[in-house]
């Protein structure tokens, strides 16, 4: 007969895994210890656990693990940006990148294998949709990216804020999604703050109303471009949520915040696609009401592509032109160019199940 998969616990919230813990007749705080030690420890290991009885842990040995992700790729940019390509245990492929700032190390986490939505100017969405990641395969990028970083798990926070920004649409693995943003804003796991813990959506209309009903984190909309019609080409899902009702739901979202508390609006720039005068002027129109930042983004090319980013000069004069009617408005800084991790660089990589040791070949180029 062959042996039961083993329960991985990377799969936990502190609430599942105490409901766990009473099913099978154990106290709830063991999960509190555990999630510590999974989490916080980054032990991956049911012998390192020390103040868990011996009983508990050969039981646990027997039926659950620790189960982590595997590196597949590990590079380095000049710049510090380090992107990781991870395999999942199917042989698919997802990509996380760890951005060190002065202030601040921002991990930049997947939710989906590949993406269902089509952005025209992202290059995950030329991979097409495999599959939802689970809550393990979500919070396993940051449990191992932490280990990577800070082996010795000293107080000093390498990794400060975690973007669901890489691979996938976050709001179309709802469940998932949620949970493992539980486990970043938990004490007993990575304790973040919810201003730390940003999701980010194209604008999933009814799974962003749901969102405020589970969990506080950040929000920030793909806006890219002021009017329909042209969100529409960009961004294929206004078709189904159109700018009117999704800017609703952003006011609903923020409806009872405090003031500080804005929306980050995230509009890539690509040259003479939306980056004109006029479509500035729109967009004041668009975001007069919601208490938000806009994120400029300049576009980052990938092979064969049909558009090209802004010139400086232009993102300048489009920022000026927000500033000037009292936005807050900031222009990404474009990092990890020479490995590929800059924004919407995301491609994974494809793995050929054809032969038995997986085959890396690059999207493009397959
Ligand atoms: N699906 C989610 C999260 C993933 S994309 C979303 O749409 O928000 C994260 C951000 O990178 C989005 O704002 C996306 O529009 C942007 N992006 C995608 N491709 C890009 C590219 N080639 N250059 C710059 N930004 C890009």
New binding site residues.
């Given amino acids: 007969m062959a042996t039961p998969e083993k329960i991985n616990l990377l799969d936990f919230t502190s609430e599942k895994l105490k409901a766990f813990f009473l099913e099978r007749g154990e106290k709830p705080f063991r999960a509190t210890q555990i999630i510590k030690w999974i989490h916080q420890h980054g032990v991956d290991n049911f012998s390192e656990m020390t103040n868990v009885s011996k009983a508990l842990r050969a039981e646990l040995e027997e039926i659950a693990e620790i189960k982590p992700l595997e590196v597949a790729i590990d590079n380095q940019s000049d710049d510090g940006t380090r992107k990781w390509l991870l395999r999942l245990a199917d042989g698919n492929c997802i990509e996380t990148v760890f951005i060190p700032e002065d202030d601040r190390g921002t991990l930049c986490i997947s939710s989906q294998v590949g993406?269902a939505?089509d952005?025209t100017?992202?290059?995950t969405a030329r991979q097409g949709f495999n599959r939802n990641l689970s809550v393990s395969e979500v919070i396993g990028q940051l449990w191992l990216a932490k280990n990577l970083l800070q082996p010795d798990h000293q107080e000093n926070r390498v990794i400060s804020n975690v973007v669901?920004?890489?691979m996938?649409?976050?709001l179309l693995n709802f469940e998932n999604v949620v949970d493992a943003m539980d486990l970043m804003l938990d004490d007993n796991a990575y304790g973040l703050s919810k201003r730390r813990v940003t999701l980010?959506?194209?604008g999933v209309v009814p799974a962003l109303d749901r969102l405020r009903e589970r969990i506080e984190v950040s929000l920030?909309v793909?806006l890219?471009a002021p009017n329909d019609e042209l969100r529409d080409q960009l961004v294929p899902i206004n078709r189904k949520y159109p700018i009117k009702e999704l800017m609703a739901s952003c006011l609903r979202y923020m409806d009872g915040k405090a003031a500080r508390e804005k929306i980050t609006i995230?509009y890539?720039m690509l040259e003479g696609v939306n980056d004109l005068d006029q479509h500035a002027k729109e967009l004041i129109n668009v975001l007069r009401d919601v208490p938000c930042k806009v994120n400029l983004?300049p576009?980052?090319?990938?092979p064969e592509t049909r558009y090209k980013r802004s010139s400086n000069n232009r993102i300048n004069r489009f920022r000026d032109i927000l500033v000037d009617a009292g936005l807050i408005v900031m222009t990404r800084k474009t990092r990890g160019d020479d490995i590929d991790a800059?924004?919407?660089?995301l491609a994974g990589q494809v793995s050929d199940k054809s032969r038995r040791d997986v085959h890396f070949a690059r999207i493009e180029s397959s």
């Fill in positions: 993406c939505l952005c100017f992202c290059s669901m920004m890489g996938g649409e976050p980010s959506t194209s920030a793909s890219h995230e890539v983004i576009f980052n090319p990938f800059a924004c919407g660089q």
